[in-house]
Structure formats: structure tokens, C-alpha cells
């Protein structure tokens, strides 16, 4: 899917149709990827340059939002054929990218080990010498092009997002949340949190939806999935779905039953925020779109809810 100022995305096929995508920036016949998807995305990436008549050669970068591994897990296959491409992460990321292991790990506590290994096969590092640091404010020069990288918790402490003053708007990877297309009606796009564990922090995540909204952006480029418009009116929704997600968190803290109902309240929050929004979907059909990621969030927020218990 092309859009304007050399921006295209490309469904990297990891879980379902339109569900995570990596976009290319193309400038001058330069170009960068935001995001990777996985190892088995890599194919999809490589036919993007070929469609557009780009050798492997002009790429410059690989910007990582950061490194969970539906963004990130293809980014050392994809690097061994781009042979001029440095990789742009987050000072917090880069280790894991030299040696993926701890990545492993911790997708296998989250999934389990059949599922990472089908989901995203063996990971192939980084070379630290094929890796730029992208600090707070970092700027990378695609070609003249200035892409600006801002650092963004909330979702997670080693998240950047990229700021393209040309299309005044930013690449959000997991920050800006979830907006998939099916929930699209008239009155635009449907967005909801991603808390995915294990660094999510509201406060954090908040702060950093209102810094990027002081850049007065007009579109916003999501890894899952793609551009959303209307952004003013999305960092609204977030704001209040994610108090809306920390309340339903402490509402069941000292529950037995506490993952059950953390996952039941959250469904029925997005069910009813997707209906209030015009979403022509059942609330079966809701609940079914987001399973997974109701299952991530309420992952996260009971590790965020054991963080707060330890203060
Ligand atoms: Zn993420």
C-alpha cells in the first residue's frame, strides 16, 4: 500500500492479513524500513524493493521501534542482505539485538516455546559495528531526509518513535497502540493500548502520546496496522481507554480469579468502545479480532500490578 511522500507498507503476513506491518521511506532513491516483522517476513520486504526497483543496495536503514519481535525478529536476516544498511535502536535495545537470546527468553515466558519457534524460527544477530544508537533526538539523514528519533516509554523503555517532518507524521510502532482496519467506520479509525508485558507504565505511556502530539502531527504510520488520521481525536481515545485499563487492573488486584477478570473486563471495555464508535462488528467478532492482544494487555497489567505491589 502506497501513500504520499515516498511512504508505502507492507503486510509482513505475521498472524493474520492487516495485522502487522513494516513501511518503507523512500527518498531519492534511498531508502530506510521502520520495523521488520519476523524472519519470515524478510521474502516480503526483499519483493517491496524489487516492485519499486530498488536494489538491495540503496537501503541505508533498518529504524527498530523496538525489539519485540513482531517488529523486530527479522531485522538480523533482513540486515545479512542489505549490505548498506545500519540498524537504528533504542540504546536500551541494542544488546538484545547483538544477542538475541534474552529476546528468546522472553517471548518463550510470554508464548511458550512451540509457538516462538513456529511464530518467529531462529534469530539472527546484529553486528554491533552494523548499529546506530538512536539516543533522545537522535536524527537520521536518509538522503537529506530528516527523520527524528524521539524516545517514547509507556509500551516499553527501549521504544523509539520517528518523526518525518515531510508527511508530519510519526511511525508509532506499539506507543501510538492498536488500529486495525476492520473496525474502521465513518467516523474513522478505532485505536485501543498496547500494555504488552513487561515495561508497560501508564504514566509513561500518557506522557509520551502528548509529546508526539505536540509535534501537531497529521497522520500516524502504525505497526499494527498502518496510517490512522485524525490523530487529535485517537490520543483522546487512548488516553481514556488506558485509564480505563489501569482501573479494571486494580479493580481485580487481590482477585484469585484476577487474570480471568482482567481479560473479561477488557474485552467488554473494547466491545463497548468499538459499538460507541459506530463498529458494525458483533461483539463476538470483537472479542475474536482482539484475543491475542486482550491476552497481552491483561499479561501486562498484572505485571505492572506486581511492580506497584513491590513499591
Ligand atoms: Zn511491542
Known amino acids: 500500500m502506497d501513500f504520499e511522500h515516498g511512504i508505502s507498507a507492507i503486510d509482513t503476513g505475521f498472524f493474520r492479513p492487516q495485522f502487522d506491518a513494516s513501511h518503507l521511506i523512500v527518498e531519492n532513491g534511498r531508502a530506510a524500513f521502520v520495523d521488520t516483522g519476523t524472519n519470515y517476513s524478510v521474502p516480503r520486504l526483499l519483493a517491496e524493493l524489487e516492485a519499486k526497483r530498488l536494489p538491495v543496495e540503496a ?94 516509554p509507556g509500551h516499553a523503555r527501549h521504544h523509539i518513535c520517528i518523526w518525518d517532518a515531510r508527511s508530519r507524521a510519526f511511525f508509532t510502532g506499539d506507543t501510538f497502540g492498536l488500529s486495525y482496519r476492520e473496525f474502521d467506520t465513518d467516523q474513522g479509525a478505532f485505536i485501543l493500548p498496547t500494555s504488552t508485558p ?40 487512548l488516553h481514556e481507554s488506558i485509564d480505563a485499563m489501569v482501573a479494571i487492573a486494580r479493580v481485580h488486584a487481590h482477585d484469585n480469579a484476577r487474570h480471568a ?32 492482544d486482550i491476552e497481552l494487555n491483561t499479561q501486562g497489567l498484572e505485571v505492572w500490578l506486581e511492580k506497584q505491589s513491590k513499591q
Open 198 to 237: 513487561v515495561q508497560f507504565e501508564p504514566e509513561a505511556l500518557h506522557a509520551s502520546i502528548d509529546r508526539m502530539l505536540g509535534f501537531e502531527p497529521q497522520q500516524m504510520f502504525l505497526t499494527h496496522y498502518s496510517r490512522v488520521t485524525g490523530v487529535e481525536r485517537l490520543a483522546a481515545d
Open 59 to 152: 537501503v541505508d536503514y533498518v529504524i527498530l521501534t523496538h525489539v519485540h519481535l513482531d517488529h523486530a525478529g527479522g531485522a538480523g536476516l533482513l540486515m545479512q542482505q542489505l549490505p548498506n544498511a545500519r540498524a537504528v535502536i533504542h540504546p536500551r535495545g541494542v544488546r538484545h539485538m547483538v544477542d538475541p537470546s534474552a529476546l528468546i527468553a522472553g517471548a518463550t515466558a510470554v508464548y511458550g516455546v512451540d509457538e516462538v519457534r513456529a511464530s518467529y524460527g531462529d534469530l539472527v544477530p546484529i553486528p554491533a559495528e552494523r548499529i546506530v544508537t538512536a539516543n533522545d533526538g537522535h536524527r537520521v539523514d536518509l538522503a537529506g531526509r530528516e527523520l527524528l528519533c524521539i524516545d517514547t
Open 261 to 292: 477478570r482482567i481479560a473479561h473486563d477488557l474485552g467488554e471495555l473494547f466491545v463497548t468502545r468499538s459499538q460507541a464508535h459506530g463498529c458494525a462488528l458483533d461483539a463476538e467478532r470483537v472479542r475474536e479480532l482482539l484475543a491475542m
